[in-house]
């Protein structure tokens, strides 16, 4: 099993709890980034997705 610390959404704090967090019962989300890999190759497709969100923000 992988441990890895996880934040609380509403209160902030970091737990090691896998459901909901100890202190207020909010929902947990693991704070850390993806893993980088030069060769990768999803990459275009990722930039495409996120310049297609700007542009509709931009234009609403």
Do not use: Q
Not at 15 to 38: D, I, K, N
Request: with cysteine; net charge positive; hydrophobic share 25%.
């Amino acid at each position: 099993m992988k441990w890895l610390m996880r934040k609380c959404s509403k209160c902030k704090r970091y737990t090691l709890e896998t459901e909901r967090c100890p202190y207020c019962g909010g929902e947990l989300f693991v704070p850390h980034p993806h893993r980088f890999s030069p060769e990768d190759k999803y990459a275009k497709y990722r930039i495409a997705i996120k310049l297609t969100k700007e542009r509709t923000l931009n234009e609403a």
